[in-house]
């Protein structure tokens, strides 16, 4: 996979029915113990029915999300501590 516009764009996706599993947990306002830990990426939506039926922890309370999708909600929570980390970063 590459991101070109510094994270901002998807392109060369391989293979190209990636789909990612996003948790709905959520501890102590950070998302390093939220987010992070329910973030799962798979081949296709086969591999993702098939690890939910699997009955992992997560599986039950969490959104399937498209690759852009994913980068969306990435960017959304990221993009704003990055700016904080980094104000002379420009945003376009």
Do not use: K, N
């Amino acid at each position: 996979m590459h991101t070109p516009s510094r994270g901002r764009e998807l392109e060369e996706v391989e293979p190209g029915a990636i789909v990612v599993w996003s948790g709905r947990r959520y501890a102590s306002g950070c998302a390093a113990s939220s987010l992070c830990t329910l973030q799962a990426f798979f081949c296709d939506d086969d591999h993702l029915a098939a690890w939910c039926a699997s009955g992992p922890v997560g599986a039950d309370d969490g959104i399937r999300l498209c690759l852009a999708e994913a980068l969306e909600v990435g960017r959304a929570i990221f993009a704003p501590m990055r700016m904080e980390m980094r104000p002379w970063l420009p945003t376009t």
